[in-house]
């Protein structure tokens, strides 16, 4: 028992694994924003958002491992299950039931009813959303379960009686199956529930010689599910495309002109003042002070233009509660790590990671920017960079460089 306790919880961590890690793929070559998406780019939920009460009845049959005894139709019996559910992302989900009811085991020539309950906690995976991805409007989901729980049997006096059975039994068992979910409304769900149970022999009380070691269990139920709190999920901000970047790149060349016309307006008040300087000593002194003022102003902007020539800044862009970079940023990185080898020796680069912080936690958000500037810092070092013209940093929630959106962004400068 104890090695098909631990093959089963095993099976049931590999599929959980083999999930999450096929859901959280990362395809940075992707341009278009997936406009039903699987596991990427959801806000996690609130604790009292999409849950779930559930409500259902059907029939199952109860079998030994070997040596069953009676014709098939005599080992039928009802039962009726209430269990709540969370589902903590379209995907991946939570549930926790109560199955009760009674099945019947012949023996020799005598048809015994014996009752049963089942109390489980259950994964789900919703493969629907999954492999479809997400939709709110879909009719149908199916969904597939797997979790253990505790059984009991062999509880009542007419039952301990008609078994021949001291006491009552109770072990733990495992379960899996499928559910079909069709949603009838945005509250309203009507399920067709599958479902198998695998556990020891000795939990049903009826006995007999060569009867197996195992016990199974298997029945299909007809319910209904009622839907609470926010019923739906909300992405999180899509990830920025080549077009945003290359818009955000023309922005920056239009500055780049506002400011060259800004250059020449101070040059052309520069010779107008000196034009005017011979007409009268008076308007001289004046156009003496404004002519050091522009010369200072010109020299600085010039100082600046050049050391900006010398010193090139970059941004890099991040999806949603990411820290990995695209193919795309490793090029322009890369292209930046020449710029800066060849620029100044003596000028430090300083690299400030952001984040969101309208959705999450205020911590993690924090922790999330810094980890995005290491990222990027460890990757210039990593293609020559000096260290020592190299510091980097996270920043807070009150020091956010856009208004909206586009906060989960690294600036170089």
Known sequence: MKKLYLTTIAFILLLSSFSLTAGDGKDSLKKDIDPYPSFKGFVTNKFWDNWEISLGFGTGFSVYSSNNQGAWGDRFGINGEFSVAKWLHPVVGVRAGLQGGN???????EKIKWPFLYGHVDAMLNMSNWIGGYKE???????????MGLYASNFTNESRIATGTPGAAANFAFTAGLINK?????SVDINLELRGILG????????????????????????????????????????????DINTMKREAEEAAVAAQEKE???????????????????????????????????ENLR???????????????????????????QIRLTVLSDQIKKGPQDYVYTITGYADFKTGERAKNTALAEKRARVVYEYLVKSGVPAEQLTYKGAGAD???????????????
């Open 103 to 109: 099945f019947n085991t012949v023996r020799g020539d």
């Open 137 to 147: 409007d879909r009719v149908y989901y199916a969904v597939l379960f797997a979790g």
């Open 182 to 186: 069709f949603r009838v409304s945005p």
């Open 200 to 243: 020891m022999a000795s939990l049903n009380p009826v006995q007999y010689s060569s009867r197996g070691r195992f016990l199974g269990n298997g029945d299909v139920a007809v319910g209904v599910t009622y839907r609470f709190g926010k019923r739906d999920f909300q992405r999180g901000a899509a990830g920025y495309t080549l077009e």
């Open 264 to 298: 020449d307006n101070l040059e052309s008040q520069l010779a107008d003042a000196q034009k005017n300087a011979a007409t009268a000593q008076q308007r001289a002194d004046i156009a003496e002070k404004e002519l050091a003022k522009a010369n200072d102003e010109l």
């Open 303 to 329: 100082e600046q233009q050049a050391l900006d020539a010398a010193t090139p800044e970059e941004m890099v862009f991040f999806d949603f509660a990411m820290a990995v970079l695209t193919r795309e940023d």
């Open 399 to 413: 020091q956010q460089p856009f208004n909206s959106e586009g906060n989960q962004t690294v600036i170089i400068k």
